[in-house]
T-cell receptor, first 112, second 115 residues
Framework: LAKTTQPISMDSYEGQEVNITCSHN???????ITWYQQFPSQGPRFIIQ???TKVTNEVASLFIPADRKSSTLSLPRVSLSDTAVYYC?????????????FGGGTRLMVKP | GAVVSQHPSRVICKSGTSVKIECRSL??????MFWYRQFPKKSLMLMAT?????????EQGVEKDKFLINHASLTLSTLTVTSAHPEDSSFYIC???????????FGPGTRLTVL
């Protein structure tokens, strides 16, 4: 089970690009990397998922180096509404039980 | 997209009573659902894995007789907190494994307050 390490908190300003890095040194071959966003008193919301290289969707990009021991969530031009906690999960798609250990998350504060 | 609902969203009960929380996958079938609890400013902690038609699998330290889980259909899992006490007050969140088998869809959570 891959353990993840993220910065506890980050500050940014509106309009800036924010990059949050997650370390997962013991990631296994079958593990995928998934990022979630959580607002207070709400369930986590899926942001993006990837296995290697780069993945991009309408809200974020996910960069994964060749060794896959880390990943970086990139949020372009953040707004105040992006203030939330961001979690990265690493696990085996064929074994759901391995995708269920949440790390501490990164608390992002976007300032005006 | 895949939507998961929870009911109720908030519940307040007296100590010693039991509370049932429902988790439903609205537009897809979920053979596997998960139950988490989350304390203020803390991360989510997995309590148990709920499998349709079979017994739930509980994480270490979670009392199965206190947190009863029933996954009777492909769209519904329930968590019953029996004989609730103030220390059971928490935010309970469920998720369902999506059709692709590699993504969790989370419910909005249930805030339980035990007086």
């Amino acid at each position: 089970l891959a353990k993840t390490t993220q910065p506890i908190s980050m500050d940014s300003y509106e309009g800036q690009e924010v990059n949050i890095t997650c370390s997962h040194n013991n990631i296994a071959t079958n593990d995928y990397i998934t990022w979630y966003q959580q607002f207070p008193s709400q369930g986590p919301r899926f942001i993006i998922q990837g296995y290697k290289t780069k993945v991009t969707n309408e809200v974020a990009s996910l960069f994964i180096p060749a060794d896959r021991k880390s990943s970086t969530l990139s949020l372009p031009r953040v707004s105040l509404s992006d203030t939330a906690v961001y979690y990265c999960l690493v696990g085996d798609v064929g074994n759901a039980g391995n995708m269920l250990t949440f790390g501490g998350g990164t608390r992002l504060m976007v300032k005006p | 997209g895949a939507v998961v609902s929870q009911h109720p969203s908030r519940v307040i009960c007296k100590s010693g009573t039991s509370v049932k929380i429902e988790c439903r996958s609205l537009d897809f079938q979920a053979t596997t659902m998960f139950w988490y609890r989350q304390f203020p400013k803390k991360s989510l902690m997995l309590m148990a894995t709920s499998n349709e038609g079979s017994k739930a699998t509980y994480e270490q330290g979670v009392e199965k007789d206190k947190f009863l889980i029933n996954h009777a259909s492909l769209t519904l899992s329930t968590l019953t907190v029996t004989s609730a006490h103030p220390e059971d007050s928490s935010f309970y969140i469920c998720s369902a494994l999506g059709p692709g088998g590699n993504e969790q869809f989370f419910g909005p959570g249930t805030r339980l307050t035990v007086l």
